[in-house]
């Protein structure tokens, strides 16, 4: 048994015209989730409503998906918009729609096809499963939640808590799951209400978790209104279990109204990044520059004298132990020091035939090994490029001596005499072939 899609002209009443029988569903409201299919007969009224027969019409609307019940077994699923026959003498037949191959690897694993035509037995059911986007469902936080602050550019990793408020919208990605494990073989309809809760307290669980996720990308909990794709991510892989792969329920969008934290937790993390970056030697010059010429004007004003307020101004400097001056050129070594490591790291980059720029000795991107490095190799070790070992001076291999008078060539070419044994002339750059 399986459906085969009708003449796209039949359409109307003239569809339900052509079948014995005709099932079909209305717009189904935002609060229902699963319904029972409208059976509509021709002729004949006293028909079961379970029991489909041979030739028999169904329409299926947008934002639907509709399964078909076989003695308690899902024989059918289709959520492609159109208008189907039933025909017991076909193959079983999935139109999946939007929901994806997962629905088909669903419908494989429970066993359900079946694999010839013949009787349908007595109790046969339509049913049809709300898949649009179901939205306002809101949520809020009744007691604190842990959040891990990470950022680091300043070696910043506290715990705070946090509160926030919200809405968040859900849909129906595998009708069959539903069917078999939430709503099972119903009368007439399954609504919102009788599932919400039940989905609300869980999501509540997992927002712990799935803020965990989202601090360890470095992102800020007063940052997460804009991140929302990464909460839906994050919330999406913690529920997995429960509402994808048990009930056949994915979140679609997630928004945040506010998100706060106790005052305590905010003055610490304030505290905690104010005194981090004091040891960068640019802002603490920068700080004890602005500190000094506060300290000046208060000097100037000073109800015991000019002088007695510059006098305890050069004790606390002198207290301190460091001035502006000593930070900023210890902030200049600093740069003059990453100034050096970042050339170094540059000279050690080297880029692979695959166009993949790499530091190391194999290329990230394809694996294939640096290579050889050109030049020649010093008797000290050193590779080099030019016509002298950059280490210790000595001369490459191509760039032999020779007596400029009588052509005499040493035969070490490492060890240069300072005088030509033959003639007594000395050695020097002028001599080189």
Not at 4 to 26: M, T
Not at 66 to 84: H, K, L, N, T, W
Not at 160 to 178: A, E, H, K, Q
């Amino acid at each position: 048994m399986g459906l085969i899609k009708a003449a796209v002209q039949a359409v109307g009443s003239a569809f339900a015209d052509q079948w014995l029988e005709y099932f079909y569903c209305d717009a189904i409201p935002n609060d229902v989730l699963v319904v029972k299919g409208q059976k509509r007969t021709k002729g004949n009224n006293k028909g079961s409503d379970n029991v489909i027969t041979a030739g028999s019409g169904l329409a299926v609307a947008d934002g639907q998906c509709m399964i078909i019940v076989d003695q308690g077994r899902i024989v059918e699923i289709c959520a492609e918009p159109g208008q189907y026959t039933y025909d017991t003498s076909s193959e079983p037949s999935i139109f999946c729609g939007g929901l994806g191959k997962g629905v088909i690897e669903t419908f494989k694993t429970i066993g359900r096809r079946i694999a010839t035509g013949g009787d349908t037995g007595n109790d046969q059911r339509v049913y049809y499963f709300n898949t649009k986007e179901l939205i306002d469902n809101k949520f809020g936080t009744q007691n604190a939640i842990p959040f891990r602050v990470v950022d680091t550019k300043i070696g910043l990793d506290v715990d705070i808590t946090v509160r926030c408020n919200g809405v968040y919208s859900y849909r129906i990605t595998d009708p069959i799951l539903f069917y078999a494990n939430v709503c099972g073989n119903i009368q007439h309809s399954y609504k919102r209400s009788e599932l919400d809760n039940q989905l609300r307290m869980e999501f509540m669980s997992a927002l712990q978790p799935g803020f965990a996720k989202i601090s360890e990308m470095g992102i800020r909990y007063s940052a997460l209104p804009g991140h929302t794709i990464e909460l839906c991510d994050a919330m999406n892989a913690v529920l997995s279990p429960k509402w994808a792969e048990l009930r056949g329920i994915s979140i679609v969008s997630i928004a945040i109204n506010s998100i706060t934290a106790p005052p305590e937790d905010e003055n610490m993390i304030k505290e905690l990044q104010r005194s981090a970056s004091m040891g960068n030697t640019a802002v603490a010059a920068g700080t004890m520059v602005s500190a000094q010429a506060d300290a000046m004007r208060a000097a100037a004003s000073n109800a015991g004298g000019a002088m007695m307020g510059f006098m305890g101004m050069n004790m606390a400097q002198q207290a301190g132990g460091l001035n502006a001056q000593s930070l900023v050129q210890m902030n200049a070594q600093q740069q003059a020091a990453q100034q050096q490591v970042a050339a170094a790291a540059a000279a050690d980059t080297w880029t692979c035939k695959c166009g993949t720029s790499n530091t190391g000795k194999f290329c990230t991107e394809c694996a294939a090994p640096k290579p050889a490095a050109s030049g020649w190799q010093c008797v000290c070790g050193a590779m080099n490029q030019g016509k002298f070992c950059a280490e210790c001076g000595k001369p490459g291999p191509a760039e032999a001596f020779r007596c400029d008078k009588c052509g005499w060539k040493p035969a070490d070419q490492t060890k240069l005499p300072k005088f030509c044994p033959e003639c007594g002339d000395p050695f020097n750059e002028a001599d080189k072939a």
